[in-house]
């Protein structure tokens, strides 16, 4: 059979003639069986078209998943950067607390310190491989934060009772601000605006218009009003336990010598009497003649 002759015959309608085509066995079995393989390689191909759709679909959510979740780590790890900085400012004014009711600091560590979630993550970018290292990350980092958030809970309870006990003292701290405007110089060395040779400035230059008001930081005794080359006219207010503040270059004074001021009140206005290159106040806080940074108490 294989080997024995087949004849396929063709007409031809329209002509009224024929053709006859001679095929071996082994030649109709050779295209049958390719005709086979055709029929089975589309099917196949078909299937992998399928298969290749669905997997398509499937790495499209799973890349629209991924995005999503880091995404979110991004936005999670941006809101522990900003809680660390409301935990260290926290801490901050907690250390300035104790320095003004003379409350021994602790010497401990904060989260802040031990570096936050991943500041190099915060960026926008971040490969797959990293997201489940910032994801553990993250866990321990609000795990150190939540042990801190008691430590702080119970150091915060501590100062509120000594404050309730030391409620005067407290009143006569100079805790804010004594007027308003920007700091220029800061307290440290620096070069000097006249000779540029390095100086130690005993405390904050704060600069604004001439004739801004400058306020009593905290209750106080007016002990000093004169006139001095360097300071101009200068006011010395004490509070008592050593404590002093300084206000220099004055345009003119609102008090007098002896008088007892309360914090919020009017004492002075800006100048730039004395040694002095403009408007500006020259704010200082001595404890037993000794300059110390007025940072140190503005809580505001």
């Known amino acids: 059979m294989l080997f024995g002759k087949f004849h396929i015959v063709?007409?031809?309608?329209?002509?009224?003639?024929?053709?006859?085509?001679?095929?071996?066995?082994?030649?109709?079995?050779?295209l049958g069986t390719l005709l086979v393989a055709l029929l089975a390689g589309n099917l196949v191909l078909?299937?992998?078209?399928?298969?290749?759709?669905?997997?398509?679909?499937?790495?499209?959510?799973?890349?629209?998943?991924?995005?999503?979740?880091?995404?979110?780590?991004?936005?999670?790890?941006?809101?522990?950067?900003?809680?660390?900085?409301?935990?260290?400012?926290i801490r901050?004014?907690?250390?300035?607390?104790?320095?003004?009711?003379?409350?021994?600091?602790?010497?401990?560590m904060s989260v802040a310190s031990r570096g936050g979630p991943g500041q190099d993550m915060t960026k926008g970018y971040l490969p797959i491989y990293r997201q489940e290292l910032l994801a553990r990350k993250?866990?321990?980092?609000?795990?150190?934060?939540?042990?801190?958030?008691?430590?702080?809970?119970?150091?915060?309870?501590?100062?509120?009772?000594?404050?309730?006990?030391?409620?005067?003292?407290?009143?006569?701290?100079?805790?804010?601000?004594?007027?308003?405007g920007w700091v220029t110089s800061g307290f440290g060395w620096r070069s000097s605006p006249f000779t540029a040779k390095k100086e130690f400035h005993k405390g904050l230059d704060?600069?604004?218009?001439?004739?801004?008001?400058?306020?009593?930081?905290?209750?106080?005794?007016?002990?000093f009003i004169e006139r001095d080359p360097s300071y101009g006219l200068v006011l010395n207010i004490t509070h008592g336990t050593g404590l002093v503040t300084r206000y220099a270059h004055l345009q003119r004074v609102n008090t007098k010598q002896g008088q007892v001021?309360?914090?919020?009140?009017?004492?002075?206005f800006i100048g730039d009497s004395g040694?002095?290159?403009?408007?500006?106040?020259?704010y200082e806080v001595r404890i037993g003649g000794v300059p110390v940074n007025p940072m140190r108490y503005i809580l505001n």
Not at 168 to 173: A, F, I, M
Not at 261 to 268: D, N, P, S, Y
Request: aromatic share 4%.
């Open 92 to 108: 901050d004014f907690d250390s300035k607390l104790r320095v003004m009711i003379n409350l021994e600091q602790e010497n401990t």
């Open 10 to 30: 063709i007409f031809r309608e329209k002509r009224g003639s024929t053709r006859k085509l001679q095929l071996r066995g082994w030649m109709l079995l050779g």
């Open 46 to 89: 078909l299937k992998n078209a399928t298969n290749s759709g669905t997997l398509e679909r499937s790495l499209s959510l799973t890349e629209k998943s991924a995005n999503e979740q880091k995404s979110q780590l991004l936005n999670l790890s941006q809101k522990l950067v900003t809680l660390q900085k409301d935990v260290s400012r």
């Open 206 to 223: 704060i600069s604004a218009p001439a004739g801004t008001p400058i306020y009593a930081p905290s209750r106080g005794v007016v002990s």
């Open 261 to 268: 001021v309360q914090r919020g009140e009017v004492i002075a």
């Open 138 to 180: 993250m866990n321990e980092f609000l795990r150190q934060l939540s042990v801190e958030a008691r430590l702080e809970e119970v150091r915060q309870q501590e100062i509120i009772q000594r404050l309730r006990a030391n409620k005067d003292v407290l009143e006569s701290t100079p805790s804010v601000w004594p007027a308003g």
């Open 275 to 282: 040694r002095s290159t403009g408007p500006h106040l020259h």
